[in-house]
């Protein structure tokens, strides 16, 4: 009897930490944006692909983007929330497999630090619902020098005509 409950103590108190283990992943401190859904109306109003990058920060697969070769006038906006985060003019044609930009509208996007998968870089999300985007580097070919690495599915094109 000992022995049984000895074990069920150990296996719940496994449980526990794993729980915490996954819940405290992120150890930067909290930032609270605008537009804040809960986890289960996220995933009802994204694909499973959208949902995967724009709040589990994943990644697409690299040249498989819809807007990785996407060179047309307009405003990429994010697939969140709708707020506009890049322009047309800002975009480059860079080999890395993702849409890239040398910058970013004013104010649309936050920078978070990231050290998952033992690097450290910047990520990018959406400044008004906090939607994960991808990464900006220091290696960009242009006059800033950045790269905003962007996730197609993370965006959505709204071209110049309609406006
Ligand atoms: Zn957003």
Not at 50 to 73: A, C, D, Q, S, V
């Amino acid at each position: 009897m000992f022995n049984k409950l000895y074990l069920f103590g150990i296996l719940f108190f496994s449980l526990t930490l794993l729980n915490c283990q996954t819940s405290t992943n992120n150890k930067e401190p909290k930032i609270t944006f605008k537009v804040s859904k809960k986890d289960k109306d996220w995933k009802e109003e994204l694909s499973p692909e959208e949902y995967e990058i724009l709040r589990n920060k994943g990644t697409e697969r690299p040249n498989t983007g819809i807007y990785n070769m996407h060179f047309e006038e307009g405003v990429y906006a994010c697939k969140g929330c709708g707020q506009a985060l890049f322009k047309s003019n800002n975009k480059f044609m860079s080999d890395c497999g993702w849409p890239s930009y040398e910058s970013a509208l004013p104010g649309a996007i936050t920078y978070i630090k990231d050290t998952s998968l033992g690097m450290v870089r910047t990520e990018i999300v959406c400044s008004n619902c906090g939607g994960h985007q991808g990464h900006v580097f220091d290696d960009g070919p242009t006059s800033t020098g950045k790269r905003y690495c962007v996730n197609s599915a993370s965006i959505n094109f709204i071209n110049n005509k309609n406006e």
